[in-house]
């Protein structure tokens, strides 16, 4: 008997095809069903026929929704709400499940115990070998440390519905997730590690992709609103360096003001204060990487853009979510 059905949002990239060819040779028992919930907001997509096509006797099992470009959580209650099983598996559309993830899977799933309401599986991100990580690289291998990840996690069903799924307003990747989990944690359930494994491919470098993820700091004032200042502790989340970017920003703000001002002398030692921070920050992701010319250069130009960038998605997030309360006062 199949306990499990797989829901995967997708932007259709080109790592689609191989997550669904990795899902379709898995051994083990197969899925109740596949839900693919398109999110591209375009509202007359290219079709999907070539990544459908992988699957082989599973293409009849599987379901295509539309989420309408409202982001990860959206996408993933989209899914939720179609699935029968008692379990559903989320996994990302740049994930690569092992030869035996069916297996493993249902082996997760049957040591789970009555107070399990979820299991994790374990990500693995291949790296090069014969040279150091670049920044990008190091940054996707952060996601074999994250925990409760939904790039490979099967949750209880019913227990995802009486908790409401996941919450749509936080609208980057990564958070939407940890805020699930901490609420499920804090109504008493555990969530464990399983033994299932996966690969996630670091995906092509994007050289301003670094910047467009300080986009997330807008969720992290809502994670604050919701589950206190140790929101990052208790999900052993990395530290977030907004207020050093946020000292980084004002010093540069004021010498520019200063200056302006006729205020030499203390224009000087604003910028001197500015180019300091900005100088600690490239520094800390060049240091560790290969060092290239076009990786040193990319670093440098998204280093100066980066603190304010990050001060200002933190204010306009704290701005916006200034009002719900603590979700322990509303209850699940």
Known sequence: MTFHTVVIPTLVRGSLADCLAALAAAKGPKPAGIV?????????????????????DLRERTTVLHGGGRGPAAARNTGL????????AFLD???????HWGEQLAEDLADATADTVGVQGVLAVPLPGR????????????????????????????ALRRAGGFDERLRDPAREDTDLALRLLDAGWRIRQGRRTARHPVPPADRWGALRAQRGHADDAL???????????????????????AVTTVAGLAAGTLAATGHRRAATAAALGWALGTGEFAWARIAPGPRTRQEVTGLLATSVLIPPAATWHRFRGTWRHRHPEPWRETGL
Do not use: K, N
Not at 81 to 88: F, I, L, T
Not at 134 to 154: K, V, Y
């Open 93 to 99: 559309e740049d994930v690569q499940v092992g030869p």
């Open 36 to 56: 693919l919930v398109d999110d591209r907001p375009d509202p007359d997509p290219v079709p999907l026929e070539h990544p459908l096509s992988v699957l082989g």
């Open 223 to 245: 994670m604050r609103r919701l589950h206190g200042a140790d929101w990052r502790h208790r999900s052993f989340a990395p530290r977030e360096r907004v207020r050093a970017h």
């Open 131 to 158: 040279r150091r990580p670049t920044d990008w690289e190091r940054t996707a291998a952060g996601l074999a440390r994250a925990r409760w990840i939904t790039a490979d996690m099967a949750y209880r069903t019913e």
């Open 81 to 88: 709400r179609a699935v029968g099983s008692p379990w559903v």
